[in-house]
């Protein structure tokens, strides 16, 4: 018999055509937005569960799962919405989706820069507006980004394809990671063991770190303050990474020029002071929505959940 596949919102069709062909699956046909009680209500008897970074699966949750769940695939790369340490303690395997997504979100880091720094959705905002009055020398100018320096923080598959697309804006990349990349990888790239270093010499910062506890609110006051006056800030990373207090207060002074963001921390809601402020392109984390990239995501989701039931490690198992 199929083993039952709980998912937890509507997937790309070919992805659930998949799913309901290998599964007894319950899809999302109305892709209604699970709290944790509805979760856990549809997951009683299923074998394992497909879910979304929407879904907080915390030890709480992992506590109330009933036994038959043996599996937790997430369609992401980012696994910071899963407690994957209770996940271990209860003997639940979880998975991820990587690589899949690395051009795509590494494409939305770049549409940001460009878009933070060149002032894009100011311009579409007067157009829309009905208040563009034509060309003018002064009108809406911005930063320039070719041959700028480009500080990549999180130099893993998102940060290093990030790198490969600036070079191609003659940028001058700096990186910090915890470890640092061997020369093929680094490219010429300059490594900065100490992130906090790295902020001084950088005009354009894209985040690129995972989430969770130990990077909670990294760029705070303190190291928005190193960055130079008119630096640009990017992240299309998580957006538990920066402290929005603080990045508002850097945008409203001038001393960071522009920013660019596809998530945020409580998502779907975004901190009301992003909301009027016109030196910030705002994006609904959009990072790896594209038709090849979502397929591609469930493709790799079903392969872990495929091997896992087949008695086979799962490619992707985190936890
Ligand atoms: C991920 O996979 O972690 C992304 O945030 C979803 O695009």
Known sequence: MAPTLLVSRRLPPVVEQRAAASYSARLNANDEPYSAERLLALAQGADGLLVCPGNTVDAALIGRLPASVKIVATYSVGFDHIDVKAAAQRGLVVTNTPEVLTDATADTAILLMLAAARRAG??????????WDGWRPTQLLGTHVSGKRLGILGMGRIGQAVAKRARGF?????????????PAQEQGAIYHADPDEL??????????????ADTAKFLNAARLARLPKGAVVVNSARGTLVDDDALIAALKSGHIAAA?????????????????LENVCLLPHLGSATVETRNAMGFRALDNLDAFFAGKPPPDRVA
């Open 122 to 131: 100011e311009g579409e905002r007067l157009l829309r507006a009905g208040q």
């Open 199 to 212: 902020l001084g010499h950088v005009d354009v910062l894209s985040l690129h770190m995972p989430g969770g």
């Open 170 to 182: 003659d940028m001058v990349i700096h990186y910090s990671d915890i470890r640092r990349l061997g």
């Open 260 to 276: 660019g963001l596809d998530v945020y921390a409580n998502e779907p809601h975004l901190h009301a002071g992003y909301r009027t």
